[in-house]
């Protein structure tokens, strides 16, 4: 399967893949446990190549041969999936024909680099790398930094990575309750700062003045139209009164079923009888300790 391609992002889209570990860790500069949800749902279009990621796809071939004749190893790009936790899913950059090492390639910038250069690799990736490890069941992963000023030599730093069996415990719980609450389920994740865009322009401020305004009025009208209706019930009493344009029939309305009281019903998993969820859109407005 090519990575990049729309099988391969449908693919993605089932599970969880290694690149969606940060997300979901909170490590993530780039995206946000709502976002991720929404884009796995078809709710979302993918995010459009930026800069960074495009330097990574122009460098990743030659980042690949120069670890390879670095290490002298034969390192085959390949997306596998959990032999338990089918939900599990990564892309791997590399395998060694071996199968005990797996290699993920990171062409970044300088400070990033550095890091590698130091022995140690950015968060924003760490969570990527042990979800991998798990998903492959293997030991040990080489990260390898590919640094190429424009006009210079490139030049390659490798950390390597072992489980970290701590982390990874707590990984996969957390990767387990997304996929079962925001993949599978309806949910979606609370917002967070990062998900809420705030506007201060010009148009925004004249259209919400003129909303609360209309919602204070309606407010208005809606506590009158109540009152008035209660009178009318009263004076009708219990007979269909008609005039002035007005009728008040009184009718017989069945109450709800509780389908939690069925007995035929106990072991049945409703849910898969539920229609498709959809997004919709609600406006509150805040009150003033919440602006």
């Known amino acids: 399967m090519e990575q990049g391609t729309k099988e391969w992002h449908d693919w993605r889209n089932t ?16 995206s946000t446990p709502r976002q991720l949800a929404e884009t796995k749902k078809g709710l979302r279009e993918r995010p459009e190549k930026n800069f960074a990621m495009q330097r990574g796809l122009d460098l990743e071939h030659e980042a690949r041969l120069a670890y390879e004749k670095k290490m002298d190893e034969i390192m085959q790009a390949e997306c596998i999936v959990h032999k338990k936790h089918k939900w599990m899913k990564a892309s791997l950059d590399g395998i060694n024909i071996s199968r005990d090492i797996i290699l993920e390639i990171k062409c970044p910038g300088k400070a990033d680099h550095q890091k590698a250069v130091n022995g140690e690799i950015p968060e924003k990736y760490y969570a990527q790398v042990q979800h991998q490890l798990m998903t492959a069941e293997i030991k040990v992963a080489h990260y390898w930094s590919y640094y190429k000023p424009k006009g210079e030599e490139g030049e ?23 996929y079962e609450k925001y993949i599978k389920g309806d949910e979606l994740p609370d917002p967070i700062d990062k998900d809420i865009v705030m506007r201060d322009d010009d148009l925004w401020k004249a259209l919400t003045d003129q909303y609360k305004e209309a919602k ?17 019930y009263e004076l009708a009493g219990e007979n269909t009164a008609q005039g002035n344009g007005i009728r008040i029939t009184r009718y017989f309305k069945k109450g709800r079923v509780n389908y939690d009281k069925i007995p035929e019903l106990k072991d049945i998993d409703l849910e898969q009888y539920r229609g498709k969820g959809k997004i919709e859109q609600k406006l509150n407005i805040l009150k003033d300790d919440q602006k």
């Open 156 to 178: 390659g730093a490798l950390v390597i990575v072992d489980q970290d069996p701590e982390y990874q415990a707590d990984l996969f719980d957390r990767e387990l309750e997304f």
């Open 15 to 30: 599970g969880i893949g290694s690149s969606d570990a940060s997300v979901i860790m909170g490590t993530s500069p780039w």
């Open 216 to 232: 204070d009025a309606l407010d208005e009208i809606s506590a009158v139209e109540k009152e008035l209706k209660k009178r009318l």
